[in-house]
């Protein structure tokens, strides 16, 4: 009997491991923010072609910043994704719900993107940034078409949570 017990102990042991390896991925920390929403879906979100190249790198306080910029030749369309990693999911979330409480009085929570996700309107009335927790990570994204739209920063937000 103590023989069964144990057995029973043991895959017990081995479901929780299990499930709790599940519960929560991790974003990897060398992801390339231009890897996530390719030149030619940008090109048709924002109904022209564009380019992208990767802006800048940085590291520091457990997490990692990397930008993409994505431009037309003209200049008047544009969107950049800004990808920070964190090294666990606890920082991010908390980095994120300071973020939200913080950014700007013109904050309205959105669903249906990541884990949770905002947006606001800041320097310009023509610029809106939205804001997805994901895993460990939040994903920034600020677009537009001559001017801010909302719904193109959803567009390349939810093709970008799909490859994270």
Known sequence: MKKHRGSVLTIF?????????????V???NIDPC????TQEAGQILGTP?????????????STTTTCAYS??????????QLHIFTDSSSARSTFQFSKSSDSPSVQSLHGLGEDAYFYAF???DNIDLEVLKDNAILSVMAGHER???GIDKQF????LKRL
């Open 35 to 38: 890897s996530l929403v390719s």
């Open 27 to 29: 974003v990897k920390q």
């Open 123 to 125: 320097a310009l009335p």
């Open 157 to 160: 937000a939810q093709i970008a």
């Open 50 to 62: 564009m380019t992208a190249h990767q802006e800048f790198t940085s590291s520091g306080g457990g």
């Open 148 to 150: 801010a739209d909302l």
């Open 13 to 25: 042991l081995c479901f929780l491991l299990t499930a709790c390896g599940e519960a929560g991925q």
């Open 72 to 81: 037309s030749a003209s200049r008047t369309d544009h969107a950049a994704l």
